[in-house]
């Protein structure tokens, strides 16, 4: 199977130099570390979910309140495993879709390290309680500049790939790749560094950019650059359209940094930067259908594929809940819905279906359709890969439109001051119990895709399985 540069044209085709050979180090090292976070943190959410059904649960050991498990599930899902499992992934694509090996392997290899340790000491932080109490951006200051150095470490590794490539043509993928290695420097020293200097409405501003920006301009735009690239590369079918994947990206560029305040629409912010990040919201429509409609486009005559193909059913999966997701947003911007679902369960549900079922399943479909061919061995179990499929569809969709149906509810209950706010918690026990067992499901689901990708690893090389 070859890339993709363009929208008919694959990079790579009739070149005279012999393709490189990829060690792949820092790719293994980052994905192995990612699936172990995404297990070990998804025990952890679990645990949450019970204690909404059983508030008394481990409530006397000080080290498991929800006060302590709530960040490092937040920080634990994002950075330890999804960033990780991005980083790794990008370190894979990147080299491939450049014609040349990795920059420095030894880099990569250092990057990993830090990047380890910086997950690992998050979780003796924030158990401990040392917490900044800004939403995503828990971290002590000392951590926050270590994230710095190891984004600047990755950031240069894939910009050197890049610079010597061997491929005129760059196809999109790389272009998400350089968007999120500059946007998330920006997003990131703005919501741990720069909050720290303001105070009030202006620092609630600030955080609330850093904290829809962290979706917008660091998961979403990588996790359009492994759709992008695996879409293709799964269902071995040309992109449909490079100049619309190109609108898509600009118009992303553009618009999405705009968006954070309409999480503080009604409350104490100028009339004005309500109404400006409303308009923007809406707008993101664009960059979102320009997106949507190129993977559907590309998959014209090969929806079949689907059946058999487990990377490929991740992939559109997460495409329809990017598309929800994103159609979700701008309503939840206009005044009279926001009204009604701001402060809601109706924000972890949308929370959950971009970070889990948009770009996990982005990330989870890249995993498995990389980490065989990167160790020249069959996947360990089809069986288990349409499992870990199944579980996690079913529970996330449990688990979303709950945390929907149950969050419009409560949002009608609070606008009627009638009703004692006790009875609006005491309402929502059937949905927190649904919530639970929909967590079960995904949690096994996630149980099935590390178990398949650890013993994948562990499996014996059957070099006539490779594939390039």
Same mark, same amino acid.
């Given at each position: 199977?070859?890339?993709?540069? *363009? ?7 009739g ?12 790719? +293994?090292?980052?994905?192995? =570390? *990612? ?20 508030? &008394? ?22 950075f330890?495993? #999804?960033?990780?499992? !991005?980083?790794g ?11 040349? +090996?990795?920059?420095?392997? +030894? ?9 380890n @340790? ?34 600047v ?12 490539r061997?491929? &005129? ?7 998400y ?16 560094f720069?909050?720290? @200097? ?22 979403t ?9 695996y879409?293709?590369? *799964? ?6 359209s ?8 600009? =118009? ?5 940094? %705009? ?12 009339? %004005?930067?309500?109404t ?18 190129? @993977? ?10 689907m059946?058999?193909?487990?990377? #490929?059913?991740f ?21 009279? /819905?926001?009204?009604? /679902?701001?402060?809601? !369960?109706?924000? $972890? ?9 948009a770009?996990?399943? @982005? ?23 349409? %499992?870990?499929?199944? #579980?996690?569809?079913?529970?996330? #969709?449990g688990?979303f ?10 949002g %009608?209950?609070?606008?009627? $001051?009638?009703?004692?706010?006790? !009875?609006? /918690? ?6 927190w ?16 895709? *590390? ?8 499996? &014996?090389?059957?070099? &006539?399985?490779?594939?390039?």
């Amino acid at each position: 199977m070859q890339e993709h540069s *363009s929208a008919r044209v694959q990079p790579g085709v009739g070149a005279s130099t012999a393709a490189p050979v990829h060690t792949d180090a820092t790719a +293994k090292w980052f994905l192995i =570390s *990612s699936v172990a976070y995404f297990f070990i943190v998804g025990i952890i959410a679990v645990t949450i979910a019970a204690k909404f059904v059983w508030p &008394e649960l481990l409530g006397t050991v000080q080290y498991l309140t929800y006060g302590r498990l709530r960040p490092l599930h937040v920080n634990g899902m994002l950075f330890g495993w #999804l960033l990780s499992a !991005d980083m790794g992934l990008t370190f894979y694509l990147v080299p491939r879709l450049c014609g040349v +090996k990795l920059y420095s392997e +030894k880099l990569g290899l250092a990057t990993a390290a830090l990047w380890n @340790f910086i997950v690992l000491s998050a979780v003796v932080c924030l158990l401990l309680g040392i917490n900044q109490g800004l939403e995503y951006a828990e971290l002590p200051t000392w951590l926050d500049v270590l994230v710095v150095v190891a984004w600047v470490m990755f950031g240069a590794n894939i910009f050197a790939t890049i610079a010597q490539r061997k491929f &005129e043509a760059m196809y999109v993928s790389l272009w998400y790749v350089m968007g999120t290695i500059l946007w998330t420097a920006f997003v990131y020293l703005t919501g741990n560094f720069a909050v720290l @200097f303001a105070t009030g409405v202006n620092q609630a501003n600030l955080n609330w950019m850093y904290v829809h920006n962290a979706v917008g301009l660091i998961f979403t735009p990588v996790g359009l650059a492994l759709a992008y690239y695996y879409i293709p590369k *799964s269902s071995n079918t040309p992109l449909h359209s490079h100049k619309l994947s190109m609108i898509g990206f600009w =118009s992303l560029a553009f618009v999405y940094v %705009w968006t954070g305040a309409h999480h503080m629409i009604h409350g104490p912010i100028s009339q %004005w930067l309500q109404t400006i990040t409303i308009a923007f919201s809406v707008m993101l429509l664009i960059p979102v259908w320009a997106a949507v409609y190129n @993977f559907f486009a590309t998959m014209k005559g090969q929806w079949h594929q689907m059946r058999g193909n487990v990377p #490929l059913k991740f992939l559109m999966s997460g495409v329809v809940f990017y598309l929800l997701t994103c159609f979700q947003g701008p309503m939840h911007s206009l005044r009279a /819905v926001n009204a009604i /679902v701001s402060k809601t !369960d109706w924000i $972890p549900g949308h929370a959950h279906m971009a970070v889990l079922g948009a770009f996990s399943f @982005f990330a989870i479909a890249g995993t498995y359709y990389t980490i065989p061919r990167m160790l020249n061995r069959k996947l360990f179990s089809e069986a288990l890969a349409n %499992w870990s499929y199944w #579980l996690l569809m079913i529970g996330g #969709l449990g688990f979303f439109v709950t945390l929907w149906l149950g969050g419009f509810w409560q949002g %009608w209950q609070w606008n009627n $001051p009638a009703i004692p706010f006790i !009875d609006t /918690v005491k309402a929502l026990n059937p949905v927190w119990v649904v919530r639970f067992f929909s967590g079960i499901l995904m949690f096994l689901g996630i149980v099935t895709f *590390s178990y398949n990708v650890l013993a994948t690893f562990l499996g &014996e090389t059957e070099p &006539e399985k490779a594939a390039a």
